[in-house]
């Protein structure tokens, strides 16, 4: 037990003097992190659609 209190404290201590982005740029950050997913996501989707319509009309499919 007094292991796992010793760890806790010394990462409590290594956290303490992490320098933490200001809260405004951690939203911008994260908006335009989520902004480029939805477009992957979006041109994967795409990509995936055409291709699925191309090779089944190729391989004789419906």
């Known amino acids: 037990?007094?292991?796992i209190k010793g760890?806790?404290?010394e990462a409590y201590q290594e956290l303490v003097k992490c320098t933490w982005l200001p809260?405004?740029?951690?939203?911008?950050s994260t908006f335009a992190v989520s902004m480029v997913v939805i477009l992957v996501a979006i041109y994967v989707s795409f990509v995936d659609f055409v291709l699925s319509?191309?090779?089944g009309s190729f391989l004789g499919g419906r």
């Open 23 to 28: 809260r405004k740029d951690v939203v911008r």
């Open 7 to 9: 760890f806790l404290k």
């Open 53 to 55: 319509i191309g090779l």
């Open 1 to 3: 037990m007094d292991k």
